[in-house]
């Protein structure tokens, strides 16, 4: 019979060995490990969304969104990869411009929002989502990110707007036309968030979006216009834990598969 000190050496060994084991593969902890996601990002720079009075309190917002995330603030996750571009043009079906994780790194907050005030000045005619969902498809599998999670991020009104003559923005079919299949089956894992829609139009997305796998997430535009309040006065933006949390739990929030 093993004496008790030898038990807990050989107990502490054994811990050892394992988790030696863990890291063998990567030199890195097995908990550090966890898959990275990729990031999509779609601002609504129409003239709706300018006229709701929340497009500059959105660009804003999203400055900070950006640099939390690509600096692994307050929990955030740094996604792998990241794209922002614009959720519309002067005409439907119009192809935009997907800015990378590149050209906001190593820059603060105040310089991300001026880069997204020069890049999407709020002077669109429409807001087109299709073309904007058929891109991050396009993107995610020419740079083989299909195997991590795939987030995306709208700052919008979510009002679709109708190439038809006679039929009004918003109506009902015109949510029922949004196509998310080339979200489908992109990743194990696709989210899609909107911030800064009303409750109505959060519903309409809701009960009228035909989708299967693609989890939604929809923030009123009243819950997103107060989170200036969440900041700390003085404090550094590094050490903003109200506002990152506020951010994770409303946001950024975990929900769970579709199941319809």
Not at 108 to 129: A, G, M, N, R, Y
Not at 166 to 194: C, F, H, M, W
Not at 239 to 259: C, G, Y
Request: with cysteine.
């Amino acid at each position: 019979m093993k004496s008790k000190p030898a038990a807990i050496i050989l107990s502490a060994l054994a811990t050892t060995i394992l988790l030696g084991t863990l890291t063998s593969c990567t030199g890195e902890p097995a908990e550090s490990r966890k898959p990275k996601s990729t990031l999509f990002i779609g601002v609504d720079a129409s003239g709706s969304f300018r006229n709701s009075g929340h497009y500059e309190n959105a660009l804003s917002f999203l400055a900070h969104y950006i640099y939390g995330h690509i600096n692994d603030l307050g929990g955030l996750e740094k996604p792998q990869a990241m794209f922002v571009a614009s959720m519309g043009g002067k005409s439907m079906h119009e192809p935009k411009s997907f800015h990378p994780i590149h050209e906001f790194e190593g820059k603060e907050v105040s310089q991300i929002e001026t880069e997204l005030k020069k890049w999407f000045p709020p002077t669109d005619v429409v807001t087109d989502f299709n073309p904007f969902f058929r891109e991050i498809a396009r993107i995610t599998k020419e740079r083989n990110l299909v195997l991590t999670p795939v987030n995306v991020v709208i700052i919008t009104d979510g009002v679709p707007d109708s190439s038809v003559s006679g039929i009004k923005a918003g109506a009902q079919g015109l949510y029922e036309k949004i196509d998310l299949k080339p979200l489908e089956y992109l990743s194990r894992n696709v989210t899609l968030r909107l911030a800064y829609v009303s409750p109505k139009v959060g519903e309409q997305w809701r009960a009228h979006v035909p989708r299967q796998r693609v989890r939604l997430w929809t923030v009123d535009a009243d819950v997103m216009k107060g989170w200036k309040n969440q900041l700390q006065p003085g404090a550094d933006i590094r050490e903003q834990a109200k506002f990152w949390r506020w951010l994770r739990d409303n946001v950024d929030f975990r929900i769970r598969a579709n199941r319809a």
